[in-house]
């Protein structure tokens, strides 16, 4: 046990080597001409003015949290440490961000640069820039957990379940920090980015009907910037949190285990150590991975990521049956605490086969979601296909189309998610469940790079655009770009699709702490549980489209302004608009002394700065709202435990739901709007850029935008963040047990249970 103890770091430190690798090999790459060097230098300066206003906020928060649970721990149950964890979580978090934005915003750059020659160089840089997010987040999740544990197990001790319970309350403060994090940084980051898109978007290709990132748009600097903050540095602490919550889980219901009958070689703590091993082992699936990411000139992007993908999945799903059945008993019994039992003596039976298919089951059902996804919102699909014909009666039926397929696109993922949690159900109970999501994101270090890809193409193609670099060069960006939306999709689904696995297991974890048998939603605090919850992804959406609304309505006035009020911007706008779709080559010296001396005159500081206000000002109700409702409900008279149990499983079904249908309308709006960059056929007739159909899809896809990019992702934080409070608290609410409901066994007091009902009570239920 010792030793595989202290080789888990190993693995987060291989993954962390990974990192240093790669930034190094990135920035050795040419970053292009002086004027792209600019723009980059303008992006990567407002990227980090944003992340260090926002931590400043964030450092407040998580002094004060820590504090309050250093103060409040019950020392009984639990250990003024976890305050210590919720820092480390919440630092992690926030490294893990900082590292992605670092370099891409020095891929963008150089992705543009190697474009300049061919396709295949533009995706390796874009996609190292992405690994070595994916790889940062990895390896910080398993070597803080891997250390945590090591520190705790050596102070407290794990020689016994009252021990091992307390060393893994103590490190869900990990998980509660990272979660912390990860919604403000998603919520901010995404109020930031969508400000700035929906501004640049409105005022630039809609009214102005000049391109996407042209450099006369004021806003296409925060555009840009907003697209690392937000999907970058957002998108990073929201997997890092998932992954680390889906660990921390598997963990809790793990320690149960540790009973008479249940014999391994780890002194009872294989199944709490198993998910920091597959964790640790997918870093290294993860880079085998990358190693199969490539792409020939005139390729398909989207394949060469999938294979990536593909080939670390199958390898990790043999390498998990090996260190399973190495590490797991054969077979035990185990007397379940919130299930009834197969047998009233020896409990339920379980297996390492079974646990093993149950990881398999969560690995497949991520990788099927994916191609669902993929098939919602990838361009040249049938549902993209059907927003991009019905743009051509307007933005209202763009509209309406964009709705329908962000609804259908719900079904087949639910399934898929249902008949998981059935089958990893039945193969492992409720540590099955757990354990398979930690398989849907035990491969996270290349899912993560092949999410994280898309900003950096994005910017890429925004670099290309503000540079004048040749067409063939942006349309070589475009490509990569319109793929990264649909990468994007496919990361927002993993998370989302893991946020329901592991919310479910957290669940167990919360009941088996609480000491809670079940919750009865005939109760009325139940009941009123379970709407209050079915309520607050609503809320949750609706603050955070609001702010985005408000957001870039100052945004679009700024636009506005500068268009009207700065001669140079004035002048080259009509010097455009008179020229049309003239190559610029073929202008009047005089028309292009014009638009030269409007280099440079737009004011992109100011629309940075508002972007940046106002995602600081409006991230902090919603992020609150996750933290404090679950206290409010727990302690509220009237409501309880078991209403706080309700609450979770609302806000978890509603809320899974609700970042479906967003994350999929968003994605599937975006790639029918850039459909037209490249021409479409609708009803015979090629309709291209600036089109009255485009215009109408340029609509769609800004209302689209924080559907997929704010509220839709950030739902998958919130349901699990609540689920992790609930857990933090759950010793605070433990159930007194009866008579009538349990006796205790001597052998292991907190985890054998066997119900007594005497003749009277039965006669009485009959």
């Known amino acids: 046990m010792q030793t595989l103890l202290y080789s888990l770091p190993v693995f987060g430190v291989l993954g962390l080597l990974y990192v240093v690798w790669k930034s190094a090999w990135v920035n050795k790459q040419d970053a292009g001409t002086d004027k792209m060097k600019k723009i980059a230098s303008h992006i990567a300066e407002g990227a980090m003015a944003f992340l260090k206003a926002e ?97 705790y197990s050596n102070m407290f001790g794990v020689d016994n379940q009252m021990n091992l319970n307390l060393v893994i309350t103590v490190i869900t403060g990990f998980s509660f920090g990272a979660s912390s994090i990860a919604l403000f940084a998603r919520v901010g980051g995404g109020i930031y980015t969508k400000a700035a898109d929906v501004g640049a978007d409105l005022v630039g290709k809609v009214e102005a009907g000049i391109p996407e990132d042209h450099p ?194 719900t079904m087949l993922p639910i399934i898929v998610i249902a008949v998981a949690i059935i089958g990893a159900f039945q193969f492992g109970g409720l540590y099955g469940i757990a354990i398979a999501a930690v398989g849907m994101l035990s491969n996270l270090g290349i899912q993560l790079a092949v999410d994280a890809y898309g900003p950096i193409a994005d910017n890429s193609g925004g670099i290309a655009e503000m540079s004048g670099l040749p067409k063939e060069v942006r349309s070589r960006t475009d490509k990569l770009d319109a793929v990264g939306n649909t990468t994007a999709a496919i990361g927002k689904g993993f998370a989302i699709a893991s946020a329901a696995l592991t919310a479910l297991a957290l669940f167990g974890a919360f009941m088996t702490t609480a000491n809670m048998k079940t919750i009865d939603v005939s109760k009325a605090n139940v009941m009123a549980g379970l709407f209050i919850g079915g309520m607050l992804p609503f809320v949750f959406s609706a603050l955070a489209m609001g702010a985005v609304g408000r957001a870039a309505m100052f945004m679009v006035e700024e636009v506005r302004r500068q268009f009207a009020t700065i001669p140079a911007l004035k002048a080259a706008l009509e010097v455009m608009k008179r020229n049309g779709d003239k190559d610029m080559k073929d202008w009047s010296a005089a028309d292009q002394k014009t638009f030269d001396d409007a280099d440079g005159k737009a004011e992109y500081g100011k629309c940075i700065e508002i972007s940046t206000k106002a995602a600081l000002r409006q991230m902090i109700v919603p992020g609150l709202m996750a933290v404090v ?138």
């Not at 159909?693 to 609509?699: D, G, I, N, T």
């Open 55 to 151: 931590y400043k906020v964030l450092a407040i928060f998580v002094v004060c949290v820590a504090l309050l649970l250093a103060l409040t721990a019950d020392s009984e149950i639990s250990h003024p440490l976890v305050g210590f964890s919720f820092v480390l979580g919440a630092f992690c978090s926030v490294l893990a961000g900082f590292i992605g934005m670092r370099v891409a915003t020095k891929a963008n750059v150089r992705a543009t640069q190697a474009a300049r020659t061919g396709l295949g160089k533009a995706l390796e840089i874009a996609f190292t820039g992405g690994s070595v997010m994916g790889m940062g987040v990895v390896g910080l999740g398993v070597l803080g957990l891997s250390v945590l544990f090591i520190v």
């Open 216 to 409: 006369l748009n004021p806003a296409t600097i925060a555009d840009n910037v907003g697209d690392n903050v937000g999907d970058v540095a957002g998108m990073g602490a929201d997997l890092f949190e998932s992954y680390v919550g889906s660990i921390v889980g598997t963990m809790v219901l793990g320690a149960a285990f540790m009973v008479p009958g249940f014999v391994d070689n780890f002194n009872g703590l294989s199944a709490v150590l198993l998910p920091l091993v597959l964790a640790g082992v997918g870093i290294v699936m993860s880079f085998l991975g990358t190693f199969f990411v490539r792409v020939k000139e005139g390729g398909d992007p989207q394949k060469a990521l999938n294979m990536g993908e593909f080939v670390s999945s199958a390898v990790m799903i043999v390498a998990s049956y090996f260190i399973i059945m190495w590490m797991l008993p054969a077979e035990w019994w185990f007397k379940d605490p919130l299930y009834s039992w197969a047998d009233p003596e020896k409990g339920n039976h379980y297996t390492a086969l079974g646990v093993f298919w149950a990881t398999v089951i969560g690995l497949v059902a991520g990788v099927i979601i994916g191609l669902i996804t993929e098939y919602y919102t990838g361009s040249g699909k049938k549902p993209v296909l059907s927003i991009i014909r019905q743009s051509s009666t307007g933005a209202a039926t763009n509209i309406i189309a964009g709705l329908s397929v962000g609804m259908m696109s």
């Open 629 to 766: 409702v679950p206290v409010v409900i727990a302690f509220l008279p009237g409501f309880g435990a078991e209403a706080l149990g309700g609450m979770l499983a609302g806000v978890t079904v509603t809320g899974v739901l609700m970042a479906i249908f967003q994350a999929n309308a968003g994605g599937a709006w975006d790639n029918a709007k850039k459909s037209f960059e490249e021409g479409v056929e609708i009803n015979g007739q090629m309709y291209y850029k600036k089109s009255d159909p485009h215009k109408a899809a340029v609509v769609g896809d800004t209302v689209g935008d924080p559907f997929k990019d704010t509220s839709g992702p950030s739902l998958n934080i919130l349901i699990k963040l609540m689920s992790v409070v609930a857990l933090v608290i759950a010793p605070l609410l433990v159930q007194p047990k009866t008579e009538a409901t349990a006796v205790e066994s001597q052998d292991n007091p907190k985890i054998e249970s066997v119900t007594k009902v005497n003749a009277e009570d039965a006669a009485n239920q009959q």
